[in-house]
Structure formats: structure tokens, C-alpha cells
């Protein structure tokens, strides 16, 4: 069933922060991006990542298809990844115990061939490569193939230079996804040629999203790149700034579109993914031979120069929360405490359903005791 549409007041009005959003966790039923599929090679290395505490292996077998497992030996509980690959199989480092692909124990090389192996399985994830990014879904794996995935139409689109975009903070995620939903920060990339006089026109909202379309003028560098100028050089556009939970969509007249992926990985650390696509204003038979040149000169001369500014303000706030998380602080844009009215949502969603689900397995014989 699809959420209804809710249309909020745009306003500007303070309001008190609740803390309590620094203490969220997250709703593990969605598919995260949790590494640059480059990343993970298929020369028989393994590739650690972390998903809100989740320690995980990433590997390519035979095929050179992408493996998740837990990242802990159920033998002795000590990294897989700092073990190796063999065939289709994970190798611990510690005592050569393998497991295969579905998580189960396939080889001892000490055990008697003549034994039954022991019961000691891997946690296995559903993952799929798509985008040049690794997607792992870390909740319940009976939802996984009818939960959609983004999509990002542009990505094969020859007329748009993509500019991958990776970032790291020390920060609670919460943070880190206000700060992309703020188009009022432009303050802080005034010596950049940012934007500047930004108005928040709409507001609305669903269940699993916050859209928000704020108008913003923009000059100097900032038009010239993106090919918005006028004869002043100046110009007043529209940007869509859309939180479909846990990725947003960035959109400006048509003319770049960013797909941000968020990775929380722990209480304390964040990491992004994002791909920026921008409609450069050069032919494409100059463009598509230089394409591996330009990339990365835009993104270190132009896009880090931001992110990095960005990262400092988002380290600053949470670094400040944990010296004092008592400590109330005032918004004043209701697109962000909209944001953290649908995080807060989507973790409280998901710690009612454990709730249920446990409630429904509670031993039979604890449930007789308590009818008596």
C-alpha cells in the first residue's frame, strides 16, 4: 500500500531538539550500499565492513560474484577477513576451518575425514553489486527480494559526467543526514562561491520519505560548472532535496542530480557514498575520451573542497553532543526536524516489530507460566 502524501508547513519556527535522536539506531530492513564494488577484488582478498555494529566479510568466489558472511568464526570468534579465499569458500586464518558461500562449515584440516563435521554456521546476507557499489541488506532476509532498491537512471546515461563522491565522519548518522537535508548552510561555503539566499517553498512528507524544494541563487563558480549562468552571472533555481529512508536524491533543474547513499556504521561513525551527475556543457567526442581524466580533478577541486567543510561542521556538532548530551539545541528549518521525525519513525518501526516477533516466540513454557 503506498503512504499518503502529506503537505508540511514551510515555515521557518524554532524548535527544540530532542537528544533522543542521537541514541537512534536504524532499521536494518533496507538495501545500504556498504562498499565501492572496485573495492572488492577478486584476487582472493577479503574486504571488511561494518553496518551499525554488524561486523561482515565481503569476498568474490570462482564466479567472481559477491559473498556477504559474518565476520566472526563461530569457532573461536576471531576476523574472518584476516583469513583467505578458496574456491567459493572463506578460509579462517586462525585454523583453516572453511565455510561455504550459505554460511555452513565445509572443512576442518585437522578433523577426521570419517566424522560428521560439526553444526557451526555463518550469518549470511542477501547482496548484490549494482552501480559500481556493493548493497547488502542486514535485516530480515525474508524481505529482501521484495524491497526495492534505488535507482539511479543516469548512471548509464552518456550525456552526464559521474563524479563518485566517498566521505567518512565521526559522527552518529542522524547528524550526517541533517546536514544533507540543510541547503541553509550555504553560509559556510561562502569563500567556495556557494549558494546563497536559500528559501525553503514546500515541504512535504511520507512515511518512508521527506521531500523538500528550496529555491537558491547561485554564482561564480558555481554556475560556470554547472552551466546555469546568465548574462550576469547569477541565477535563481530550484533544488529538490528528496529522503527516501536511507538514501537521498538531489536534483537541480534537470541539470545534476546526487545519489547519497548513507552507511552508519556504528553509534559514532558514518560513512557516504555518492554519485554526482552533472550535464557538462562540452561535446561528447571531447568528452568521452577524457571522462577517467575529468572525474577525478572535479571531485577533488570542486566537490571535496565542500565535503570537507561539511565533515568539520558534522564532526564539530557530535563531538559537542558527547561531551554534553543533556545539552537542548534549536532548529529553526522544519525539513529537519521532519528528517528526524522519520528516522526516529523508521527505528521505532523496527524495534516494534522485534517486539512482536518476540513476543510470538516466547517459549511455550514461560507463556504457560504466565497464563497462571
Known amino acids: ?12 519556527t524554532g524548535q527544540i531538539v530532542q537528544n533522543q535522536i542521537r541514541t537512534i539506531g536504524i532499521n536494518p530492513n533496507y538495501w545500504y550500499a556498504v562498499a565501492w564494488a572496485k573495492d572488492v577484488t577478486a584476487d582472493q582478498q577479503i574486504t571488511p565492513v561494518k553496518i551499525w555494529n554488524q561486523e561482515i566479510a565481503l569476498y568474490r568466489d570462482q564466479t567472481g560474484q559477491i559473498q556477504a558472511v559474518e565476520d566472526i568464526c563461530p569457532h573461536k570468534g576471531v576476523s574472518l577477513h584476516k583469513g583467505s579465499v578458496k574456491g567459493d569458500n572463506i578460509v579462517c586464518a586462525y585454523h583453516g ?12 584440516p585437522y578433523y577426521p575425514t570419517d566424522q560428521k ?11 548484490r553489486e549494482r552501480y559500481g557499489l556493493i548493497f547488502l541488506f542486514p535485516g530480515d532476509q525474508s524481505r529482501a527480494d521484495s524491497t ?22 565521526e559522527s552518529h548518522y542522524t547528524i550526517c543526514n541533517e546536514n544533507t537535508m540543510d ?19 514546500q515541504l512535504q512528507q511520507t512515511e518512508n520519505s521527506v521531500c523538500a524544494e528550496y529555491q537558491v541563487s547561485y554564482s561564480g563558480i558555481m554556475t560556470n560548472f554547472l552551466g546555469l549562468n546568465d548574462s550576469s552571472g547569477q541565477t535563481t533555481q530550484t ?26 556504521i556504528d553509534p559514532s561513525h558514518s560513512r557516504s557514498f555518492a554519485m554526482m551527475f552533472v550535464k557538462v556543457r ?7 575520451p577524457i571522462r577517467t581524466v575529468l572525474e577525478p580533478v572535479i571531485r577533488e577541486r570542486f566537490f571535496m573542497r565542500f565535503l570537507r567543510q561539511d565533515i568539520e561542521m558534522i564532526e564539530s556538532e557530535y563531538s559537542h553532543y558527547k561531551q554534553d548530551p543533556e545539552r537542548r539545541y ?11 521525525r522519520l528516522m526516529q519513525r523508521q527505528h521505532d518501526r523496527y524495534i516494534s516489530e522485534q517486539t512482536k516477533i518476540s513476543s510470538h516466540h516466547q517459549p511455550l513454557q514461560s507463556q504457560d507460566r504466565q497464563a497462571s
Open 1 to 12: 500500500m503506498e503512504s499518503t502524501t502529506a503537505t508540511l508547513n514551510p515555515q521557518l
Open 148 to 169: 526495492p532498491m534505488l535507482e539511479i537512471p543516469q548512471y548509464d546515461d552518456p550525456n552526464y559526467l559521474m563524479i563518485p563522491i566517498g566521505a567518512e565522519f
Open 330 to 340: 534549536v532548529e529553526v528549518n522544519p525539513a529537519i526536524i521532519a528528517v528526524q
Open 239 to 264: 533544488i529538490t532535496v528528496d529522503y527516501v529512508y536511507p538514501n537521498y536524491i538531489n536534483t537541480l533543474k534537470g541539470s545534476s542530480f546526487l545519489y547519497l547513499m548513507r552507511l552508519p
Open 97 to 108: 576451518w572453511e565455510f561455504s558461500p550459505a554460511g555452513e562449515c565445509s572443512n576442518i
Open 117 to 127: 563435521l560439526p553444526r557451526a554456521c555463518l550469518r549470511t546476507y542477501p547482496v
Open 183 to 201: 541547503v541553509f548552510h550555504g553560509h559556510l561555503h561562502q569563500n567556495l562561491q556557494g549558494w546563497y539566499d536559500p528559501i525553503l517553498k
Open 282 to 288: 562540452i561535446p561528447r567526442w571531447i568528452l568521452d
